[in-house]
Antibody, heavy 118, light 109 residues
Framework: EVQLVESGGGLVQPGGSLRLSCAAS????????MSWVRQAPGKGLEWVAN????????YYVDSVKGRFTISRDNAKNSLYLQMNSLRAEDTAVYYC???????????WGQGTLVTVSS | QSVLTQPPSASGTPGQRVTISCSGS????????VYWYQQLPGTAPKLLIY???QRPSGVPDRFSGSKSGTSASLAISGLRSEDEADYYC??????????FGGGTKLTVL
């Protein structure tokens, strides 16, 4: 059974940093593109970033470029999102998702809440 | 303001057929596949339709997708109470990456 379990969310002050993790199991992690998708409270879905199987290609939404870094460790079956210079508008539930580069997300984690507030 | 435009709400009675539209442009829907996601209250999204009109295993054939030019649609036939959820379309945009519609809240009356 495919499982994606996010962790690392919490309350952080504006300008602060946080690192999210996603532990994958039940499939060959190194064979799939992986993504982060977020959802602000009461709002819609927003794709944040994705990464190729070997980490050689990474794409980001404009609003996080230069502040967020997506990475993966295939030996540990884990996906990460390093978030720096956090802003109030980054407050959201962050989902880890398996899929393709193009927008197909076939498995999702349960999400981890990031709150940016003083 | 989402790159893909969906109606904010839709409704129908049990057994009815409802459609949800998703409008984009030549840089996204017009040149790439469309995906649809269902999000039940308090849960993570679920893939409903991929590559415009393909259903993953386990998704009932009551759900169907179509695409024409720069627009796409999700149709739900034989509406059931458990279909009450938020529905999102998504596509790759050649300049912006993956883009989602703003979501449509479906109410089963």
């Amino acid at each position: 059974e495919v499982q994606l379990v996010e962790s690392g969310g919490g309350l952080v002050q504006p300008g602060g940093s946080l690192r999210l993790s996603c532990a994958a199991s039940g499939f060959t992690f190194s064979s799939y593109w992986m993504s982060w998708v977020r959802q602000a409270p009461g709002k819609g879905l927003e794709w944040v970033a994705n990464i190729k199987q070997d980490g050689s290609e990474k794409y980001y939404v404009d609003s996080v470029k230069g502040r967020f870094t997506i990475s993966r460790d295939n030996a540990k079956n884990s996906l990460y999102l390093q978030m720096n210079s956090l802003r109030a508008e980054d407050t959201a539930v962050y989902y880890c998702a398996r899929g393709t580069r193009w927008g197909l997300f076939d498995y999702w984690g349960q999400g981890t809440l990031v709150t940016v507030s003083s | 303001q989402s790159v893909l435009t969906q109606p904010p709400s839709a409704s129908g009675t049990p057994g009815q057929r409802v459609t949800i539209s998703c409008s984009g442009s030549s840089s996204n829907i017009g040149s790439n596949y469309v995906y649809w996601y269902q999000q039940l209250p308090g849960t993570a999204p679920k893939l409903l339709i991929y590559r415009n009109n393909q259903r993953p295993s386990g998704v009932p054939d009551r759900f169907s997708g179509s695409k024409s030019g720069t627009s796409a649609s999700l149709a739900i036939s034989g509406l059931r109470s458990e279909d009450e959820a938020d529905y999102y379309c998504a596509a790759w945009d050649d300049s912006l990456g993956v883009v989602f519609g703003g979501g449509t809240k479906l109410t089963v009356l």
